[in-house]
Nanobody
Framework: QVQLVESGGGLGQAGGSLRLSCKTS????????MGWFRQAPGKEREFVAS????????QSADSVKDRFTLSRYNAENTLTLQMDNLKPEDTAVYYC????????????????????WGQGTQVTVSS
């Protein structure tokens, strides 16, 4: 099974940028659809963005469209989330997730579709 470790969280300013990374191990990265979710204090975890195992199909939440860019580097077993034009409402714990998808090439956007999760990384955006 795949293990996921997020990094790159921290403190950002409104209008600024942060870049999150998710490094995987234990199973071929190219067989997994990948996604990012986030959970703000007192709120349920929500979908941010996802990408198919080939990288050809992506989805993103309306709240982050045109601000966040999701990329994957299969040769490096790494998923990145470039977050630009940050807003205070982006403050949350961000989770990387993986879904084994060896035959398909889907970008999954629903939490229950993912079996594997990272431990999360905190992103705090000040106004």
């Amino acid at each position: 099974q795949v293990q996921l470790v997020e990094s790159g969280g921290g403190l950002g300013q409104a209008g600024g940028s942060l870049r999150l990374s998710c490094k995987t191990s234990g199973s071929p990265f190219s067989l997994y659809g990948m996604g990012w979710f986030r959970q703000a204090p007192g709120k349920e975890r929500e979908f941010v963005a996802s990408i198919s195992r080939s990288g050809l199909v992506t989805q993103s939440a309306d709240s982050v469209k045109d601000r966040f860019t999701l990329s994957r580097y299969n040769a490096e077993n790494t998923l990145t989330l470039q977050m630009d034009n940050l807003k205070p409402e982006d403050t949350a714990v961000y989770y990387c997730a993986a879904r084994f998808d060896p035959i398909g090439d889907q970008a999954f956007s629903v939490e229950y579709e993912y079996r594997y999760w990272g431990q999360g990384t905190q992103v705090t955006v000040s106004s």
